[in-house]
């Protein structure tokens, strides 16, 4: 009876590559041996292997659905196994494997692409490799909260790689093809596993993942294309910036590799506490100490703010911790136009101690009240 691989993944035949592969995955994590110990697991799990190597290939599916299995019967290298190596499962020891340590999704790739196209449109082994980028940096900048506020333009110190200014980044002279990859900047080795012969790629080591080698190497980068120093650089900092928040600074990381492009430079923002005043997003609040008598007869006074002295009137019977808004007076807002408010929260003081005089007058005044 011939084979209907659709119906051993449980797909219909309208099925896209996606749905394929999702219940490829699904079958092969359920009928592998190592996880199945049930009878037959082995055997299901080459027969859900073959329908994959056959519907995860365009070329293959189109035959099949026109000859059905038929198509690879004299097919030899070609058949339905070829996409894995033609390795035969019968008699394997899979206990001497753990499930977890294998990559399915690359194992997928193998069956349902992933590989570059060389210039006839094939599948190629090989990609050439980008030069290897600079890497990302890290830096951790105190600001204070007036600066927070209102924006600033900070000086730092960064140690890092910097494009080599002698030979401009290219390492040297007598630029040519790397001998240990010939000149694709990958290294590949072939491994056999359970699921057949796979080749994995790496970075050329000798290269650095350039394909290329320095003849006459820079004395002064020694052919990376790079040296380590300390510069001073200058990042603006935006007004409105939230402690703990990152900025990122394009192209100030480490330099790549041979002239590969550079890294970028990430700014922790850590904003110090102020001795006045406590943020609220772009409010800010400060406790303001006033008299019994100011707080039931008013006044007009002077108040800290992040810009200086301000009036503030104080209104008649104000209440302990009445909360003043002085509009426009807090931080400025990171997007967008216009400031947050000051908050201003009314402590009123009383007296420890009182003259007789003072005590008089009280005493009085509660009367009064009566």
């Not at 073959?50 to 059905?68: F, I, M, T």
Request: contains cysteine; charged residues 30%.
């Amino acid at each position: 009876m011939a084979k209907d691989y659709y119906n051993i993944l449980g797909v219909d035949k309208n099925a896209s590559k996606a749905e394929i592969k999702k219940a490829y995955k699904r079958l092969a994590k359920k009928f592998h041996p190592d996880l199945n110990k049930e009878s037959g697991s082995e055997e299901k799990f080459k027969e859900i292997n073959e329908a994959a190597s056959v519907l995860g290939d365009d070329n293959k599916r189109k035959q099949y659905d026109a000859y059905g299995p038929d198509a690879f019967k004299y097919a030899g290298a070609g058949g339905p196994g070829a996409g894995f190596g033609g390795f035969d499962f019968s008699g394997f020891d899979f206990s001497d494997f753990g499930f977890d340590r294998f990559d399915f999704d690359s194992i997928f790739d193998t069956f349902f692409g992933g590989g570059s196209f060389d210039s006839r449109g094939s599948r190629s082994p090989f990609r050439r490799a980008r030069a290897s980028g600079g890497r990302d940096l890290a830096y951790d900048l105190s600001i204070t909260l007036e600066e927070a506020s209102k924006g600033v333009r900070k000086k730092i110190k960064v140690t890092k790689n910097y494009v080599c200014k002698e030979c401009d980044g290219k390492g040297g002279t007598g630029i040519a093809s790397c001998p240990d990859c010939n000149g694709t900047g990958m290294y590949q080795e072939t491994r056999r596993t359970v699921f057949g012969v796979f080749q994995t790629r790496t970075s050329c080591r000798a290269c650095n993942g350039t394909g290329e080698s320095v003849k006459h190497a820079c004395k002064e980068c020694e052919g990376t294309g790079r040296v380590r120093k300390t510069k001073t650089i200058e990042v603006d900092v935006p007004a409105g910036i939230m402690d703990n928040a990152k900025l990122r600074v394009g192209g100030e990381g480490e330099a790549g590799f041979r002239g590969a492009h550079s890294g970028d430079l990430y700014l922790l923002i850590h904003v110090k506490n102020h001795d006045l005043f406590e943020r609220h997003g772009d409010d800010l609040v400060l406790e303001q100490n006033i008299s019994f008598s100011q707080a039931a007869l008013g006044d007009k006074i002077k108040v800290p703010t992040i810009d200086g002295e301000a009036s503030l009137k104080i209104p008649s019977g104000t209440q302990p911790g009445t909360i003043l808004k002085m509009k426009g007076k807090g931080v400025k807002h990171l997007h967008g136009f216009g400031r947050g408010d000051q908050l201003v929260k009314m402590n009123i003081s009383i007296p420890k101690k009182l003259n007789r005089k003072q005590e008089k007058l009280l005493k009085e005044f509660e009367k009064s009240l009566e």
